[in-house]
């Protein structure tokens, strides 16, 4: 099919350097006389739209190629599909989360099915990557509301379906990589089996070990190709990842192996930090450091049941602390008001657990930081924002009052205890009701589309019988 040059997709572009752009496009169709170059070439202007952040005119362009031109060739049709799934990934950070992501998954089903593997073995990875990865993000946009997860069991099975379905996408994708070399890509493909088990472990219950046991393996076998001297950034982030694993996989052991597992993602904390400097990537040191915090914590708790907290464990407590402070000097809370609320709420749990068992002013000191630094994370995770978190917040607070009312006002300081676990009640109480309500929702929407199916399926007997 000729491609005119009256069509406005062509003429009339947005910039005269896309148009100037385009226009060369279609001089070169004349002198080629081959529809297959000039198509990619047109798919190539549409990449550089999507880059300049007008993806709606670089998916129009997509859109009239897949349209206008007839019997195109499977690794060319397969190719228009596999960027349109990575323009509605693109779009989904932008608006219409579920909507693009949905569209990205179509379009990279429908690429994976054009390409070939035996023919295109690389582009059919690709695809298989594009859609494991989109399948991730859905996952995480299934049944969350204000940045919580607010699962009904139609939806925890729906989410834990897009994981599996990613993890076999990059296992397919896997296979090929390995078979033809491709050790970085390999080392991504792995980072992204790691981070679908990761998300999975979450929510299988008794199965989140067996899934942390498997991310951890993926991660490591990313390591071998991310090495410290060719790829330090990448080894960096799964270094981080890998701490995240074994970490969760610590809080469902016990003894020495919880020992040892922290242990283990304490080192790779560490090791990711040395490449993660506050001046060349502070965000993500600010991540990492905040993970740091938390494995110490959770390697000093086990003895806080004690009369005295070990030395050991309350200089542990200490650098989780300098940890969450130099994570809160990124974390500010006008640029980054969640992560500066998941921190400040980690770091007022690790002031209360340090300040046990009240017995000074030291420890009067650190209640009194506890209970600011939760007072702040109250100001962004809100009842009406965050219900659970908040929740969780006020609950802590409570233990921070009920500890310093051991030192001092302690009438006054039982009283606020008693207010803030009040609240946390009253937050749960609304969450449990907005579950059941959910639950209550999402069944009578499967009795009706059943209805639904019964009668069309009634319609068609006595159709037949007519």
């Given at each position: 099919m000729a491609i005119e040059m009256s069509s406005p997709w062509i003429a009339g572009p947005v910039g005269a350097a896309a148009g100037a752009a385009l226009?060369?496009?279609?001089?070169?169709?004349?002198?080629?006389?081959?529809?297959?170059?000039?198509?990619?070439?047109?798919?190539?202007?549409?990449?550089?739209?999507?880059?300049?952040?007008?993806?709606?005119?670089a998916l129009s362009i997509y859109d009239q190629i897949l349209t206008d031109v007839p019997r195109l060739e499977p690794a060319v049709r397969g190719e228009i599909r596999f960027r349109q799934g990575l323009s509605r990934y693109g779009s989904s950070f932008e608006g219409a989360r579920e909507k693009n992501l949905q569209m990205a998954v179509s379009a990279f089903e429908d690429a994976i099915s054009l390409f070939k593997p035996q023919r295109h073995p690389i582009e059919h990875?690709?695809?298989?990557?594009?859609?494991?990865?989109?399948?991730?993000?859905?996952?995480?946009?299934?049944?969350?509301?204000?940045?919580?997860?607010?699962?009904?069991?139609?939806?925890?099975?729906?989410?834990?379906?897009?994981?599996?379905?990613?993890?076999?996408?990059f296992e397919a994708a896997l296979k090929i990589y390995a078979a033809e070399g491709r050790g970085q890509?390999?080392?991504q493909t792995e980072n992204n089996i790691g981070d679908a088990y990761l998300l999975l472990s979450k929510i299988e219950g008794p199965e989140a070990a067996e899934d942390l046991r498997k991310a951890i393996d993926a991660y490591e076998a990313a390591l071998q190709f991310r090495t410290a001297e060719a790829h330090p950034e990448d080894r960096a982030e799964t270094?981080?990842?890998?701490?995240?694993?074994?970490?969760?996989?610590?809080?469902?052991?016990?003894?020495?192996?919880?020992?040892?597992?922290?242990?283990?993602?304490?080192?790779?904390?560490?090791?990711a930090l040395e490449v993660r400097t506050l001046d060349s990537h502070p965000l993500e040191r600010a991540e990492t450091q905040t993970l740091l915090g938390q494995a110490l914590v959770l390697g000093s708790e086990p003895q806080v049941s004690r009369a005295e907290i070990l030395s050991s464990d309350r200089e542990g407590l200490k650098k989780a602390i300098e940890a969450y402070e130099e994570a809160l000097c990124v974390r500010i809370r006008k640029a980054h008001p969640e992560e500066y609320a998941e921190t400040k709420t980690l770091l007022g749990r690790a002031l209360v657990i340090l300040s046990a068992p009240a017995k000074g002013p030291e420890d009067g000191a650190n209640l009194k930081r506890a209970i600011g630094a939760f007072e702040e994370a109250l100001a962004i995770r809100t009842l009406k924002e965050a219900p659970a978190k908040y929740a969780e917040i006020q609950n802590n607070l409570g233990v921070a009052y009920r500890s310093l009312s051991k030192l001092e006002d302690r009438e006054g300081n039982l009283e606020r205890s008693i207010l803030a676990y009040e609240e946390a009640l009253r937050a749960r109480a609304g969450g449990a009701r907005r579950g059941e309500e959910k639950e209550k929702v999402e069944e009578e929407k499967v009795e009706e589309e059943t209805s639904e199916e019964g009668a069309e399926g009634s319609r068609g007997e006595w159709d037949e019988g007519r």
């Open positions: 226009a060369w496009i279609a001089s070169e169709y004349r002198t080629r006389k081959t529809y297959r170059n000039v198509l990619l070439l047109l798919a190539k202007s549409a990449d550089d739209f999507a880059g300049a952040g007008d993806v709606d005119k990875a690709r695809a298989q990557n594009g859609l494991g990865i989109s399948l991730i993000r859905l996952s995480e946009t299934v049944g969350t509301a204000g940045g919580e997860a607010v699962l009904s069991g139609r939806e925890g099975e729906e989410k834990v379906q897009n994981l599996k379905r990613a993890i076999s996408a890509e390999e080392a270094q981080t990842s890998l701490g995240r694993a074994w970490m969760a996989l610590a809080e469902l052991e016990e003894g020495e192996m919880r020992e040892a597992h922290l242990e283990k993602a304490v080192i790779n904390l560490k090791a």
